[in-house]
């Protein structure tokens, strides 16, 4: 998957609400992100893809990224929301 398709993905999931904007709260001392040698049997939450390496957990569940996954989800929720496209005249 190419990676500005990735960036779509994770634009529409920050949109609906399938991802995150903020990591999680924890508390302090506590590691907010746990890179994990490998996680069985679960997805990607950005590309659905297997064998996710990072881990982020929620109250409400953990999400698991690919490093590189990681890092657009990391891009695009700081980004700030795109305005809407400039209307064609
Ligand atoms: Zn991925």
Redesign the pocket.
């Known amino acids: 998957m190419r990676d500005s398709d990735l960036r779509e993905r994770v634009r529409a999931r920050l949109h609906d609400g399938t991802l995150q904007h903020n990591l999680p709260m924890v508390q302090p001392g506590q590691q907010v992100i746990s890179t994990i040698a490998l996680v069985r049997d679960m997805l ?1 939450s ?2 659905g ?1 297997a064998d ?1 390496r990072m881990k982020l957990q929620y109250p409400a569940g953990a999400f698991y ?2 490093n590189p ?1 990681y890092q657009i989800w990391d891009d695009e929720r700081s980004a700030p929301t795109p305005s809407t496209m400039p209307a064609l005249s």
């Open positions: 990607c950005v590309c893809g996710p990224f690919h996954c």
